[in-house]
């Protein structure tokens, strides 16, 4: 049905989809709160209110995605991160993060558990956007760092995003 459509086009509506459905939202009861009849005008600025902070979130989301396909499926389940793939894999508790950081090519994320394992997540890998909310979970996650940090993309080196708040001993 779309083969009529570029698939750069069709991965860039995938991927802004969800932020033009949230714009059509807060248009939508922009219209009704200057045009409505009665109270129709409180209803449609709610909605557009709502449309709005469906907008943040969706802007949030499509910058959080990464162009292309990777291989390997990722799973967040039961508070656990799982990234199966053919090279490898692992499971790592969300409660056991210790670091997560952004590798160098800018194309995986480096999930760093308490015992020292890395865990390389490709971030194009299928079921990537359930990573926005897990990485949100993180307590004093700074969500605006990790975008900032895919926006621009490669580094020389891998950049750190975000590191567990434990209390460090001085010695």
């Known amino acids: 049905m779309l083969d009529f459509i570029r698939p750069e086009m069709r991965a860039a509506i995938h ?9 059509v939202i807060t248009l939508v009861g922009g ?25 943040l979130g969706a802007i949030q989301r499509a910058r959080f995605t990464a162009k292309g396909i990777a291989t ?16 490898g894999g692992g499971v790592v508790a969300l409660d056991h993060v210790l670091a997560l950081s952004l590798s ?8 760093e558990s308490f015992d020292g394992t890395i865990l390389a997540i490709p971030r194009a890998a299928t079921g990537h956007p359930a990573l926005f909310d897990a990485f949100g979970l993180l307590p004093g996650f700074d969500m605006k760092r990790l975008l900032r940090m895919v926006d621009d993309g490669p580094a020389p080196r891998a950049r750190l995003i975000w590191r567990h708040p434990t209390r460090r001993l001085l010695t």
């Open 31 to 55: 219209w009704w709160g200057l045009t409505g009849p009665g109270w129709v005008p409180w209803a449609g600025w709610l909605l557009a209110l709502v449309g709005a902070g469906l907008t």
């Open 15 to 23: 991927r802004w989809g969800e932020t033009g459905g949230a714009l």
């Open 104 to 111: 160098a090519d800018a194309e995986f994320w480096l999930v």
């Open 72 to 87: 390997g499926v990722i799973e967040v389940i039961e508070g656990e991160i799982r990234y199966l793939g053919p090279r």
